[in-house]
């Protein structure tokens, strides 16, 4: 038994009893596949640029549907909704698997619960069969947005997901806040996505350039609604992402402590290393029980749904980077070279916390919220258990 | 304490503004920026100003040891924008030993040339199965002849594929652990060597490994005597007070990051009036004036002929802590750029906040470099607080990691 594969307990909601087979098949499939495709020479390989990679784990992903484990059944999905997704985005951080999986998957399930459904009936197949790579903005809710002029979109801001993506998703507005949500189809000239160097080699970035553009779609969002919605699958996504990561990353690194050996002794028999080591997989286990109630209340569309998305998001992404730049110290030497894994998790790790929204004003936004649900005359104890 | 100089220091201050501006810049009639600077270390050499650790002889500013004035020199050369003494192993490592344990020959030879950049170091002493055990390292070398003949590896090895000389500590007695080490110098260039680069996690590949297979120096480049090594690779530079160059260069990057803060703009304000970043700023600018202090009043004490307190010896974890917390400020400050800033090649022709975050990324490396943090604590609670050591799995001296 390895610290990675145990399963702490969750809290336990209707939907998930319902699916537990289901999303434990879905979790074991994928766990074995990535293991075998994406495991550290893959990775490496990838990352030297000798592989495609994010390729190829994106076919495996559609051969064995898991784009489409999370949708409602009508649209070809298993209908695990957020349980399944937090069981694919932890296992795909485990491996840190290059693809655009938390924009399409995050904008897929956004579309099956606001989404207008000739939209819905257009794209989510699409997406659900892989054929469909989607990019959503780095930035949800704040930050870089469209302008409208006419019938058309024009300016720049940079999206999560690869450049072929087929699909984007972009926020519109007048410059303060964002007034409606767009969506785009790559264009010559018009809509171009360019890739940015980033520090994380298995995510990709993008500059999206708009330029007169035609939309597919334009969804008024005058309250805030559909943003934070989008907000909250992303949210929840890269909370999944970096538990599942720092799962792995410490579960390795606690493996090199104890074959390590200095001063006559593997290094785990100390005294001080060992209190590190725990203190990795304190904050993650944390860390779980928070994204266990986030996943639960997105599930249930409880009005304080968004709220654990946020704190999900804020607390898993901080205890990942916590946890990786530990498990590069814990190397000693090797693990500031490129050639052993813990800096992959690292650049992982701090993209996650960069991304979606900062995690300060995810907390002041969760604090907002708690005042709004207790002004409602709902105490604290009553939210989510 | 008291923090101001006096008139003795002001006046040296004035002499030392006056040299800094009929000295520097040089015109570049006198070459690109290499040749001038190098120029402009001879003369400041001649003034006293550098290498005063160095005797005349070699070069150097041949200068007794003042505190006082080395502040001021720092201070004065960082306002004029004048380069500082290369930092580098052979001025700040090799040449130390040299001058402690150095035989006249070693000395002439080494010495002028090394200063001169003309003998570039690179440093042999971690290996694969003795990093934090340093002691435990098991490159040997055998005497035949009137030649050492070296077999084993080094790794960490900084630059060493560009490098001429290797300051090498070697496996040379029975003795066990530290007690069979010595301290050997190493011409690299040589057909018994062979050097990998290795890839750091910031792209670059600065560190090396370097393997001796029946590699060679001569009998006489041991320094400081056979099996003397471990006390020899202490020698630590009399004139280098760390404390100071690192509460310098924090300095430099706070103000800095407060520059970054009043012009980076968030919801339609600066940065800067943000309450969370104004408390995380306060408070590695508290550290900062804390370490500061600390050092002034180190330096107070041993002015005065007292010993000195412990500060030195915690300074490094002070130090490494308040590093981490710069990291984690910068992080925050360029949350957006954070997410797309890229490596490149490596450090060389980073602009703005590029240059930031690959400094963030280097930092980390800190907790590591010139010895780990557990045993920085290690050696805090043992000299300082005279806890026992560590048992053991071999006798309890070695477990903890001191060997003296």
């Not at chain 1, 080591?277 to 860390?287: E, F, P």
């Not at chain 2, 008291?2 to 070459?31: C, I, M, Q, T, V």
């Not at chain 2, 490592?93 to 000395?107: C, D, M, N």
């Not at chain 2, 943090?373 to 050696?379: A, D, E, L, T």
Request: glycine share 8%; with cysteine; proline share 5%.
């Amino acid at each position: 038994m390895t610290i990675a594969n145990i399963r702490l307990p969750t809290s336990g909601g209707d939907d998930e009893l319902m699916y537990q087979e289901e999303i434990e098949a879905l979790s074991d499939s994928m766990a074995r596949v990535l293991t075998d495709e994406c495991d550290s020479l893959a990775l490496h390989a990838y990352m030297d640029g000798k592989s495609d990679l994010d390729d190829q784990v994106w076919k495996r992903a559609s051969e064995l549907g898991w784009m489409a484990a999370a949708l409602p059944e009508r649209f070809g999905g298993m209908n695990v909704g957020p349980y399944g997704l937090e069981a694919l985005h932890t296992a795909l951080g485990r491996r840190a698997a290059p693809g655009p999986f938390v924009a399409t998957l995050s904008a897929a399930q956004w579309l099956s619960e606001i989404g207008p459904e000739e939209l819905q009936a257009e794209y989510l197949p699409l997406i659900a069969s892989g054929q469909l790579k989607v990019a959503i903005p780095v930035a949800v809710g704040s930050g870089p947005m469209l302008s409208h002029t006419g019938s058309t979109l024009s300016g720049q801001l940079d999206v999560l997901g690869s450049a072929d993506a087929g699909l984007i998703i972009a926020p519109v507005g007048s410059g303060q806040t964002v007034e409606a949500w767009a969506l785009l189809k790559p264009a010559t000239a018009c809509v171009t996505l360019s890739p940015q160097e980033i520090w994380d080699p298995t995510r990709e970035i993008c500059a999206l350039h708009c330029a007169s553009a035609p939309m597919i779609a334009l969804l008024p969002d005058p309250d805030g609604n559909i943003g934070r919605r989008l907000q909250r699958h992303v949210a929840l996504a890269l909370a999944a992402d970096s538990l599942g990561a720092a799962s792995n990353i410490s579960a390795q690194t606690i493996d090199y402590l104890k074959t390590r050996v200095q001063f006559g002794r593997p290094i785990a028999s100390f005294q001080a290393i060992k209190h590190r080591a725990v203190d990795m997989i304190a904050s993650i286990a944390m860390q779980r029980h928070l994204l266990a109630q986030g996943v639960e209340s997105a599930a249930a569309d409880s009005p304080d749904a968004d709220m654990w998305a946020a704190l999900a998001k804020a607390g898993a992404t901080e205890a990942f980077a916590f946890v990786s730049g530990d498990c590069i110290q814990l190397h000693g030497g090797v693990g500031h070279t490129w050639e052993f894994d813990p800096h992959i998790y690292a650049k992982r790790a701090r993209l996650n916390e960069a991304l979606a929204a900062d995690n300060r004003a995810l907390r002041d936004f969760a604090a907002t919220a708690l005042a709004a649900i207790t002004r409602q005359g709902h105490s604290t104890t009553e939210l989510g258990i | 304490m008291n923090l101001s100089y006096s008139k003795e220091y002001d006046d040296y201050r004035e002499e030392l503004r006056a040299f800094l501006a009929a000295n520097w810049p040089l015109p570049d009639s006198l070459g690109d920026l290499r040749e001038r600077t190098a120029e402009f270390h001879r003369r400041a050499a001649k003034a006293g100003y550098i290498f005063r650790h160095i005797p005349v002889k070699y070069g150097g500013g041949e200068q007794p040891l003042d505190f006082l004035q080395s502040e001021i020199i720092k201070e004065e050369f960082r306002r004029a924008g004048a380069p500082r003494e290369p930092e580098v192993i052979g001025i700040n490592r090799v040449i130390p030993v040299l001058l402690q344990w150095g035989t006249e020959e070693q000395k002439d030879f080494f010495i002028p040339r090394t200063m001169s950049r003309e003998f570039l170091w690179s440093q042999g002493y971690s290996e694969p199965n003795a990093g934090s055990d340093l002691a435990a390292l098991r490159t040997r070398a055998e005497l035949v002849g009137d030649k050492w003949i070296i077999n084993g590896q080094k790794v960490w090895s900084s630059n060493a594929y560009k490098c001429q000389y290797m300051n090498a500590l070697v496996r040379t007695e029975s003795a066990p652990r530290h007690l069979g080490i010595s301290y050997l110098l190493i011409d690299l260039h040589q057909p018994g060597i062979e050097i990998r680069r290795i890839k750091q996690i910031t792209g670059e590949s600065e560190f090396c490994e370097v393997f001796f297979n029946n590699a060679e120096a001569p009998a006489d480049w041991v320094v400081g005597g056979r099996g003397n090594g471990w006390a020899v690779s202490r020698t630590t530079l009399r004139h280098e007070r760390s404390g100071f160059r690192s509460v310098n260069w924090l300095d430099t990057i706070l103000r800095r990051i407060v520059k970054l803060a009043r012009e980076t703009i968030r919801d339609g304000k600066p940065a800067i009036e943000e309450p969370h970043l104004r408390r995380e700023i306060a408070r590695v600018q508290a550290r900062l004036y804390a370490m500061r202090y600390s050092t002034y009043r180190d330096l107070s004490m041993e002015a005065a002929g007292e010993p000195s307190g412990d500060y030195l010896l915690t300074q490094k974890l002070y130090l490494t802590d308040t590093i981490h917390l710069v990291e984690r400020l910068t992080r925050d400050l360029l949350a957006d750029d954070y997410l797309l800033m890229s490596p490149g090649e490596g450090r060389d022709g980073l602009k703005g906040n590029a240059k930031w975050i690959y400094n963030a990324f280097h930092s980390l490396k800190i907790a590591i470099a010139g010895g780990s943090s557990n045993i920085q604590r290690n050696v805090v609670g043992e000299r300082v607080l005279g806890l026992p050591r560590d048992n053991a799995g071999v006798g309890g001296r070695e477990a903890s990691g001191m060997d003296q």
